[in-house]
């Protein structure tokens, strides 16, 4: 198995755009996390989800973020409109296992 | 609710010294218990992890000991490498299912110097 993978792994933007990340999960497994990760707050979990439907999304920080898991080999998480604070790496991780990150820059 | 405590950084050390960092935890169930490392410009990657008590999870020459009768799960090494230097993460998670949602640690960097 190639692991979780994400795309992109690095993405710039100007403030006010649209912003998806993706995130192609391990075969078989149930659960899938979104976390975020800053030098000023550390690592965050945003949403997760078991069997593709989303079970905790209080640390979603506004209503800019959304998330799907349309199927149990995709998931977005997507930010609408990004904002310069936004700026941090994104990880997906199923079960206990990370991705490599999407590094995100809101200029 | 459920916490994990890990050892304030950073740490440095030389080549070849022993390493201990420090985690404790506070939880409503019967935790499973994890230690992720981070290497510059990557992703968490699961170090090694223990399920029930007095359990030892290993790998890469990295131990550490699940110790209910004190909440902890310290890592250890018995000689660093430079290609140690990591942020290291203990988390844990208490729910009945595998890879239900971690609560982590804040890190501890670890620089190791030649």
């Known amino acids: 198995d190639a692991g979780v993978i994400q795309s992109p792994r690095h993405e710039v933007t100007e403030m006010g755009q649209e912003v998806t990340l993706r995130c192609k999960p391990i075969?078989?497994?149930?659960?899938l996390f979104w976390y975020r990760q800053t030098m000023m707050r550390g690592l965050e979990l945003l949403i997760y989800f078991n069997n593709n439907v989303p079970i905790d999304d209080s640390g979603m920080p506004e209503d800019r973020f959304s998330a799907k898991m349309p199927n149990a080999s995709f998931s977005t998480l997507k930010i609408q409109p990004s904002e310069p604070r936004d700026s941090a790496v994104y990880f997906c991780?199923?079960?206990?296992?990370f991705g490599p990150g999407t590094r995100l820059t809101v200029l | 609710g459920d916490s994990v405590t890990q050892m304030e950084g950073p740490v440095t050390l030389s080549e070849e010294a022993f390493l201990t960092i420090n985690c404790t935890y506070t939880?409503?169930?019967?935790?499973?218990l994890f230690w992720y490392v981070q290497y510059p410009g990557e992703g968490l990657q699961l170090l090694l992890k223990a399920t029930k008590a007095d359990d030892k999870g290993s790998n890469k020459g990295f131990e550490a000991t699940y110790r209910k009768e004190t909440t902890s799960f310290h890592l250890e090494k018995g000689s660093v490498q430079v290609s140690d230097s990591a942020v290291y993460f203990c988390?844990?998670?208490?729910?009945?299912?595998?890879?239900?949602?971690?609560?982590f640690g804040e890190g501890t960097q670890l620089t190791v110097n030649p």
């Open positions: 075969s078989g497994h149930d659960y």
């Open positions: 988390a844990l998670t208490t729910e009945e299912t595998s890879g239900s949602r971690l609560t």
């Open positions: 991780a199923t079960e206990q296992y």
């Open positions: 939880a409503t169930g019967y935790p499973s």
